[in-house]
């Protein structure tokens, strides 16, 4: 098995006596999207600039794709957005690409441009002669993605990177995801959106007060995986209701199957599926382990 593209083990960061991260812990596989989720000030962008080496961790590990996070092997495998990111206004987009193409050591020339910026949405020949200045904050969050993809990282780290895209653009960075995993690079995604999340993330962790309190896996359909099983059911029928705290998919058809065998006639089969919105503001409310 090749080793996470980031290992984080209980790191702990502190500004001053604010403490960011109070010992998280965390694995992204290669090919994996990790959503983080929590309120401001609950360590999300701390984590991301630590694995991207921006900042350093007081004490922990923090481990990406075999070297230590910030080291020269590590930064060479990470591509970064940060949430408020900023680019010469004087640059045009091409010459802004061509920069940090030097400042990653990328040899990907006019081709890595042509695809990165396609892949962004800002192929456009006249858009590429513009200077980054004139550009909406949508299209400068575009520009951002694509420099975070030069060099083909195995390890992306983006701060809320659709909250300034219309539906269009959010669409089309759900597509730049799926297509990073599936050349099997790990990408890591902090954002206030539940939405996006279920839309791209393979995993969830929910970050308060810089410690993980849950973790989730998601299914293909952006649900919160088994969450089906545990569900409770209630089947009400002409002769009352049927209750059960959980029931498999096969458990509820067999029960459905027993009652109309048994005479009653069926009116309403109801499961109470648990959501990520739900589990979320039952975290935040210190339900489940968040304390």
């Known amino acids: 098995m090749s080793a996470p593209a980031l290992r984080l083990r209980e790191v702990r960061k502190a500004y001053g006596r604010t403490v960011a991260l109070a010992g998280i812990s965390m694995e992204v596989q290669p090919g994996e999207v990790l959503g983080l989720l929590g309120p401001n000030g609950a360590g999300k962008s701390t984590t991301m600039k630590i694995a991207a080496g921006l900042v350093g961790a007081d004490s922990g590990e923090a481990v990406v794709g075999g070297a230590a996070a910030g080291s020269r092997q590590a930064r060479r495998q990470v591509g970064y957005l940060g949430e408020l990111f900023r680019f010469p206004d004087w640059m045009r987009l091409d010459e802004m690409l061509r920069f940090h193409q030097r400042l990653a050591g990328s040899s990907g020339g006019a081709d890595e441009r042509d695809r990165l910026l396609h892949l962004a949405g800002l192929g456009d020949t006249s858009v590429r002669a513009r200077r980054v200045g004139t550009f909406s904050k949508g299209m400068q969050q575009r520009a951002g993605i694509a420099q975070a993809l030069i060099g083909d990282p195995r390890l992306v780290l983006l701060d809320e990177p659709t909250s300034a895209l219309d ?125």
Request: some cysteine; overall charge negative; hydrophobic content about 40%.
């Open 167 to 291: 539906p269009q653009g959010r669409a089309e960075v759900r597509t730049v995801l799926r297509g990073l995993r599936e050349r099997g690079v790990a990408v890591v995604v902090n954002t206030h959106l539940l939405t996006e999340v279920e839309r791209t993330c393979d995993r969830v962790a929910i970050m308060l007060e810089g410690r993980v309190v849950r973790e989730l896996a998601l299914d293909a359909a952006g649900a919160v995986a088994g969450a089906r099983d545990a569900a409770p059911l209630l089947v009400r029928t002409d002769r009352g209701e049927h209750r059960r705290e959980s029931a498999s998919d096969d458990q509820v058809a067999t029960l459905v199957e027993e009652l109309v065998r048994a005479g009653e006639r069926v009116h309403e089969v109801r499961r109470d599926l648990p959501t990520l919105e739900n589990i979320y503001l039952s975290a935040m409310a210190g339900v489940d382990g968040a304390t």
